[in-house]
């Protein structure tokens, strides 16, 4: 098994997450003992909220680039982010290293083969830009997003909530009653765009089936490791 590099701590919650689903998936397929090799990069969160928050998306590309490298450098044979809102400077990551990328969008949208027309929640910037919806578009799926406030509410929990290892009920039946509003929409399905909005809700909160995409990504990268 190839050992798989994870650019983590945005947040960290969400990277043990990664952690603990990769070596789930790891001895679900190999049995036994079996855990997956892996070297997980942590970065420091703080730095990288301000930089979105600011726009300044090339130097968040540089920190994540150097971040894969160093994975690289220390053995790693394929790199998983471990988030989905910085795979917007996924290209500046994928330019830097010559082991395989495993893009969380590309390993969503193939598992989406019954259905076209899909809601996404997210970070604001998810959401709200183009570099996730482009992409998925790329795979024959149009993503419908929330409307206000609703993106606000959604936005607000993950960073004043879920990053800090804080899970509301309250915030579980807003997010209910969000993706309520997204099937009435049209939407069959609604990807969970952020890595810790798992936290927060399960497939028994929504009446369409529900798109781990972390699940998904680290399923993806197990079974990359494994070919």
């Known amino acids: 098994m190839r050992t798989i590099g994870l650019i983590g701590g945005m947040s960290w919650e969400s990277s043990a997450e990664y952690y603990r689903l990769l070596n789930e998936e790891t001895r679900r397929r190999l049995g036994g003992h079996h855990c997956a090799p892996s070297l997980l990069l942590t970065v420091d969160f703080a730095e990288i909220e301000e930089l979105q928050r600011t726009g300044q998306w090339e130097r968040s590309g540089e920190l994540l680039a150097e971040a894969a490298r160093k994975l690289e450098g220390a053995g790693a044979e394929l790199v998983l982010l471990c988030t989905n809102t910085m795979h917007k400077v996924a290209d500046a990551i994928t330019d830097a290293i010559k082991v395989p990328f495993v893009h969380i969008v590309d390993a969503t949208a193939r598992r989406l083969t019954d259905h076209r ?111």
């Open 117 to 227: 027309k899909v809601g996404l929640l997210g970070t604001r910037f998810t959401m709200e830009q183009d570099f996730y919806r482009d992409r998925m578009r790329e795979h024959g799926i149009e993503l419908v997003v929330p409307d206000e406030p609703d993106r606000t509410l959604v936005h607000d929990v993950i960073y004043q909530e879920l990053t800090r290892n804080r899970v509301e009920p309250a915030s579980r039946a807003a997010y209910r009653d969000v993706m309520a509003r997204l099937v009435e929409r049209g939407a069959e399905a609604v990807i969970l765009g952020c890595t810790e909005i798992t936290l927060l809700v399960d497939q028994s909160d929504c009446t369409v089936p529900l798109v781990d995409s972390t699940r998904i990504h680290v399923e993806t990268g197990v079974e990359l490791a494994l070919a």
